[in-house]
């Protein structure tokens, strides 16, 4: 089987996600460090213009949004698993509330308080981060601090009756998903301490959760990351649902786009609609033919 490589930067919290769930299986993993702004020449090569981080590689599959990541590493590594108690549905569901609702105020935040961050990444995080008013930025931190505390305090309620992780005795993608956040607050979020003071048992889970590492991995330069999708072929399995909408067939001409912020379009041939993923085919002459996967849910697909 072919190495998984995960291109990311060491600050993102979304790497921080993937990061945990490959520490959480016990994965051997190859590190592709890539820019924190655009332009990303070599990361958009494999992606067909996807920018946002981290981007999971596996051969000539490229895995895009940590929602497909964590599904795909469970299909091919499942034990131990990410999803205890038959969580997966209720995991997925719930990436809506941490990577929105939870994610969003944080970032806000992070922008309007964090004075070390340097002027490019300002600059870049303006233009990508569509769902903040940047120009009353500095009006609405009272109001994103309270957003912010008040999901603390569903973390800290998740683990009020003893239990060591959210579903229990073993940690999982709800773990994942409801730390990645807060691990984004001790970073970049002035007063961080003030937010996170009197919420003990979260505290206490946070140790736990970060004490699962990232697994074992070694630095691989992003020309050999091309090098391996150039001289490998995908393995993805064509399927078209019937009643999958907009009506399309295999090989039809589409372009795929996140839904929330990010939204670059990425266009390639049809391999794969379902209720739960899409893949196209992509072919340059940097990577040869690739296969690039998204989620179905928080994406739109469009003819070309």
Not at 72 to 86: C, G, K, V, Y
Not at 157 to 181: H, T
Request: charged letters at 20%; aromatic letters at 10%; hydrophobic letters at 45%.
């Amino acid at each position: 089987m072919a190495e998984i490589i995960l291109h990311h930067f060491d600050s993102s919290p979304f790497a921080e996600k993937v990061r945990l769930a490959l520490g959480l299986k016990g994965l051997d993993w190859r590190s592709v460090e890539i820019p924190m702004v655009m332009p990303k020449p070599l990361l958009t090569a494999l992606t067909g213009g996807y920018r946002k981080t981290p981007v999971m590689q596996i051969g000539a599959d490229i895995y895009c949004d940590t929602q497909c990541i964590a599904v795909e590493l469970e299909r091919r590594f499942p034990r131990p698993t990410l999803f205890p108690h038959h969580s997966e549905a209720l995991a997925i569901a719930l990436s809506q509330w941490s990577d929105n609702a939870f994610f969003q105020p944080g970032a806000g935040l992070s922008m309007g308080t964090n004075a070390a961050l340097p002027e490019d990444i300002l600059r870049d995080r303006r233009e990508f981060f569509n769902f903040l008013d940047f120009a009353t930025l500095e009006r609405q931190l009272p109001h994103l601090y309270s957003q912010f505390r008040a999901h603390l305090q569903l973390v800290e309620s998740m683990v009020s009756d003893g239990r060591q992780f959210v579903l229990g005795d073993v940690p999982g993608w709800l773990d994942i998903l409801a730390y990645f956040p807060i691990w984004m607050c001790r970073g970049n979020i002035a007063k961080a301490d003030d937010l996170l003071r009197g919420l003990s048992l979260l505290q206490a889970w946070e140790q736990r959760v970060k004490g699962i590492g990232h697994g074992r991995f070694r630095v691989l330069a992003a020309e050999e990351a091309l090098a391996v999708a150039r001289y490998t072929q995908p393995v993805a399995v064509a399927e078209i649902c019937e009643d999958s909408w907009p009506d399309l067939s295999e090989n039809a001409r589409v372009v795929v786009s996140p839904q929330d912020y990010g939204a670059v379009p990425v266009e390639g041939s049809l391999l794969r609609l379902t209720h739960s993923d899409i893949a196209i085919r992509r072919e340059s002459a940097l990577t040869g033919e690739v296969v690039v996967h998204f989620p179905r849910l928080g994406y739109r697909v469009e003819t070309a």
